[in-house]
T-cell receptor
Framework: DAGVIQSPRHEVTEMGQEVTLRCKPI?????LFWYRQTMMRGLELLIY????????DSGMPEDRFSAKMPNASFSTLKIQPSEPRDSAVYFC?????????????FGPGTRLTVT | AQSVAQPEDQVNVAEGNPLTVKCTYS??????LFWYVQYPNRGLQFLLK??????LVKGSYGFEAEFNKSQTSFHLKKPSALVSDSALYFC???????????FGKGTKLSVIP
């Protein structure tokens, strides 16, 4: 199993540009999570999906952020327009219902730098 | 709201010595508790979890955690530290939704050769 796949691994963009982060969860996992990690704020849950449906997006910082999951094998997190304070490492994680509460499998992350 | 606290930003231990990374929790009802590890430039990896049963939970890479209800603690332990254990360790508790997690701020473990 290839694990959770994220792309790109690194992204450098200028303020105001649109950024799209991509995630392929582990096959058969029906939960997908997007997190953001910074030194100041630690690890924050942004949004999570169950069977491709967004369940809780209360962690999405503002309207500039949006996430979609068009099918069971793909999700995107979009920032438009991007700002320097969005610089962080963004992680995608997936989990199968059969694992029970809390056992999540994380991707390697996308390091975003907005200049 | 359910939460965990990791009182130490950093723990240093000599290779071969026992290590402890501390976590205290605040939950209603029976707690579900988790430990994750993050190696440099990697995503988090699940180490172990406490759901119910024995207070000593064994996990990956020789780690174990002790659940203590009276002290509301769930400390991570290993009898003999390895340099390769150097990483960031997170304690976690389920959030508002049963499948989401709320993580502590993390503790950086450095094992000194």
């Amino acid at each position: 199993d290839a694990g959770v796949i994220q792309s790109p691994r690194h992204e450098v963009t200028e303020m105001g540009q649109e950024v799209t982060l991509r995630c392929k969860p582990i096959s058969g996992h029906d939960y997908l999570f997007w997190y953001r990690q910074t030194m100041m704020r630690g690890l924050e849950l942004l949004i999570y999906f169950n069977n491709n449906v967004p369940i809780d997006d209360s962690g999405m910082p503002e309207d500039r952020f949006s996430a979609k999951m068009p099918n069971a094998s793909f999700s995107t997190l979009k920032i438009q327009p991007s700002e320097p304070r969005d610089s962080a490492v963004y992680f995608c994680a997936s989990s199968p219902t059969r694992a029970g509460t809390g056992e999540q499998y994380f991707g390697p992350g996308t390091r975003l730098t907005v200049t | 709201a359910q939460s965990v606290a990791q009182p130490e930003d950093q723990v240093n231990v000599a290779e071969g010595n026992p290590l402890t990374v501390k976590c205290t929790y605040s939950v209603s009802g029976n707690p579900y508790l988790f430990w994750y590890v993050q190696y440099p430039n990697r995503g988090l990896q699940f180490l172990l979890k406490y759901i119910t049963g024995d207070n000593l939970v064994k996990g990956s890479y020789g780690f174990e955690a002790e659940f203590n209800k009276s002290q509301t603690s769930f400390h991570l332990k290993k009898p003999s530290a390895l340099v390769s254990d150097s990483a960031l360790y997170f304690c976690a508790v389920p959030g508002a939704g049963s499948y989401q997690l709320t993580f502590g701020k993390g503790t950086k473990l450095s094992v000194i050769p």
